[in-house]
């Protein structure tokens, strides 16, 4: 990369644009998380139980936002992370 980009980027963070963008995404994305409720456990629960990774990270992040619910989001994470490991193994000793 150049450095004319670095300066570009350099000056977007400076006068907050960048800022401004991520946090009208996270808005807009905690507002979608709102509208489909209970869609978002099952999908985190499918997740976890496929594959860890940084979902359920996002997931405490949105708990914390107040859009879910902190407890029942441990719960979903914890059971598909759990039932997932199970599931595997039981397909390995096979």
Not at 45 to 70: E, I, M, N, T, W
Not at 72 to 92: C, H, N, P, S, T
Request: glycine share 12%; aromatic share 12%.
């Amino acid at each position: 990369m150049r450095l004319s980009h670095f300066r570009r980027v350099s000056a977007k963070w400076k006068n907050g644009s960048i800022r401004h963008d991520n946090q009208h995404c996270l808005e807009a994305t905690l507002a979608l998380i709102n509208e489909y409720g209970t869609l978002i456990y099952l999908l985190l629960f499918g997740y976890c139980a496929l594959k860890s990774g940084s979902l359920p990270l996002f997931g405490g992040y949105a708990a914390q936002a107040g859009a879910l619910d902190v407890g029942l989001v441990a719960v979903v994470v914890f059971a598909g992370g759990y039932l997932g490991d199970e599931a595997r193994f039981a397909v390995a000793r096979r």
